[in-house]
């Protein structure tokens, strides 16, 4: 158990609908990412937020916004939906600031889209 | 730009055999990290080892060893005297010194054969 919480862990939507996925850090750390894998594109990197403020963005599409809330939980907001969004969507966690981090994955929110 | 190339996309050997999972990486930081992680049948994903370039020293985990080559920019994997459970998918990745998002290689696929 890597300590990073993720809800829900199955999601099954349709295309157009807007979701949401949750996510709590490990207690005590500070920077939150997201990643998107899918077969085709492998581990994405989407978005990284430190203390509340965003701090790298990837390969994220404009359908989708995160944000990091001040008790520290991440959320990332998908809409519009489409197929080719149906992925395995991960959440992670590190201490904090500085780089070189290790960083530690949530279990996933597995999204399929019909 | 940072890369991460996994040229092993699938490999299958017998149990008990050893097996080394190559990863090559490009980067033009002379700061840096280095990563693996593992992905088992569950899907998540988990830390195994950190290495950053200013150390070159070989690391051993029980059957798990790490060989880290600054000349030839790869980190490569070796698993001893393999089992079932070390079926998974396995990461190589990457995070330069100016930030600390993580950048992943395509991932190799390990079956290990009863």
């Known amino acids: 158990d890597s300590g990073v919480t993720q809800t829900p862990k199955h999601l099954i939507t349709a295309t157009g609908q807007r979701v949401t996925l949750r996510c709590s850090p490990r207690?005590?750390?500070?920077?939150v990412y997201w990643y998107q894998q899918s077969l085709d594109q492998g581990l994405q990197f989407l978005i990284q937020?430190?203390?509340?403020?965003?701090?790298a963005k990837g390969n994220i599409l404009e359908r989708f916004s995160a944000q990091q809330f001040p008790d520290l939980h991440s959320e990332l907001n998908l809409s519009s939906l489409e197929l080719g969004d149906s992925a395995l969507y991960f959440c992670?966690?590190?201490?904090?600031?500085?780089?070189?981090?290790?960083?530690?994955f949530g279990e996933g929110s597995w999204l399929t889209v019909v | 730009a940072q890369k991460v190339t996994q040229a092993q996309t699938e490999i299958s050997v017998v149990e008990k055999e050893d097996v080394t999972l190559d990863c090559v990486y490009e980067?033009?930081?002379?700061?840096?990290?280095l990563f693996w992680y593992k992905q088992p049948p569950s899907g998540e994903l988990v830390f195994l080892i950190r290495r950053n370039s200013f150390d070159e020293q070989n690391e051993i985990s029980g059957r798990y060893s790490w060989n880290f080559q600054k000349s030839t920019s790869s980190f490569n994997f070796t698993i001893t005297a393999s089992q079932v459970v070390d079926s998974a998918v396995y990461f190589c990745?990457?995070?330069?010194?100016?930030?600390?998002?993580?950048?992943f290689g395509k991932g190799t696929r390990l079956h290990i054969l009863p």
């Open positions: 937020y430190y203390n509340g403020e965003e701090r």
């Open positions: 207690s005590g750390d500070l920077s």
């Open positions: 990745a990457l995070s330069e010194g100016r930030d600390d998002k993580i950048i």
């Open positions: 980067t033009r930081d002379t700061t840096y990290y």
């Open positions: 992670a966690s590190s201490a904090g600031r500085i780089s070189g981090n290790t960083i530690y």
